[in-house]
T-cell receptor, first 114, second 118 residues
């Protein structure tokens, strides 16, 4: 079984400052890794994903994440945040074998302060 | 990319009534769909796996008789909340996988349905 831990439930950050949202996972099998963003009363939007290849993954809206197998981490970063980045962010894993079921972290609420 | 829709996007119902939520894959076929539930300020919890042509598979702790799932066709799965109570109020999200390039599956999520039971 897989599990995902997002260490920070809330992250306040000033506009134009850098941010890192942390994600660690545990799994007995190889996994795919994802970051999603959710705006209030909306569904999930895929930010980026790691399937294979380069461990540094670039996504939409200037976000990037780095897969670290030894530390079982997949932290999300952005060098300069905007007010519009205020949202809930979820890290997720899925089994490489089936790629079906997703297991989500508890989410990190990012608040960008003007 | 592929699109998954949900209908309705928001529903309010009275306690004791049943509510049906639809999940459709608009431009691809999905033999499997997933239903998630999200409480306010919390993460998504997998409720069940909907299988076309067979019974749904429910996660531990999810009441099968309360959350009826029917995978009516290769593009439609429905979740019916029977005899709804206020504690069933939540945000329900479905997803469907689609084979992408090579052997990689892409998972597409619907926009969610907010259920409020009064």
């Amino acid at each position: 079984a897989q599990s995902v831990t997002q260490l920070d439930s809330q992250v306040p950050v000033f506009e134009e400052a850098p941010v890192e949202l942390r994600c660690n996972y545990s799994s007995s099998v190889s996994v795919y890794l994802f970051w999603y963003v959710q705006y209030p009363n909306q569904g999930l939007q895929l930010l980026l994903k790691y399937l294979s290849g380069s461990t540094l993954v670039k996504g939409i809206n200037g976000f990037e994440a780095e897969f670290n197998k030894s530390q079982t981490s997949f932290h999300l970063r952005k060098p300069s945040v905007h007010i519009s980045d205020t949202a809930e962010y979820f890290c997720a894993v899925s089994d490489r074998g089936t790629g079906n079921q997703f297991y989500f972290g508890t989410g990190t609420s990012l608040t960008v302060i003007p | 990319g592929a699109v998954v829709s949900q209908h309705p996007s928001w529903v309010i119902c009275k306690s004791g009534t049943s509510v049906k939520i639809e999940c459709r894959s608009l431009d691809f076929q999905a033999t499997t769909m997933f239903w998630y539930r999200q409480f306010p300020k919390q993460s998504l919890m997998l409720m069940a796996t909907s299988n076309e042509g067979s019974k749904a598979t429910y996660e531990q702790g999810v009441e099968k008789d309360k959350f009826l799932i029917n995978h009516a066709s290769l593009t439609l799965s429905t979740l019916t909340v029977t005899s709804a109570h206020p504690e069933d109020s939540s945000f329900y999200i479905c997803s469907a996988p689609q084979w992408a390039s090579g052997s990689k599956r892409e998972q597409y999520f619907g926009p969610g349905t907010r259920l409020t039971v009064t």
